[in-house]
């Protein structure tokens, strides 16, 4: 990106794309970004491609893992372990 591509505050510019989805998939959408305090829902979108297009070797089971233990981590449905702990399991 070169520095013309960015607006007056100095950000990259941003571009529109449009997407259909279902009405349920975008329900889904609305109730994860809430629950998960974004500030919208254009920025949980961004997050989600950009974690995906940083990290392409990983497959749909491997993000369902790392959310499900991301949401156990935030229910207290999970233990925490500290890091001497996880190495001495090694």
């Known amino acids: 990106m070169s520095s013309t591509d ?3 505050g100095g950000e990259p510019a941003k571009t529109n794309i449009n997407i259909r989805l279902t009405e349920s998939f975008l ?3 609305d109730a994860t970004w809430q629950e998960e305090g974004y500030n919208s ?4 979108i961004r ?5 995906t297009v ?3 070797g990983l497959t749909r089971e491997s993000w369902k893992e790392i959310a499900a233990v991301e949401y156990a981590r935030r229910t207290g449905d999970s233990e ?3 890091r ?3 190495l001495e399991d090694e």
């Open 41 to 44: 829902r254009s920025e949980f």
């Open 54 to 56: 940083k990290h392409p």
């Open 27 to 29: 329900e889904d959408i």
């Open 84 to 86: 001497e702990e996880i």
């Open 6 to 8: 960015t607006n007056d």
């Open 80 to 82: 925490t372990f500290s």
């Open 47 to 51: 997050d989600a491609l950009r974690d």
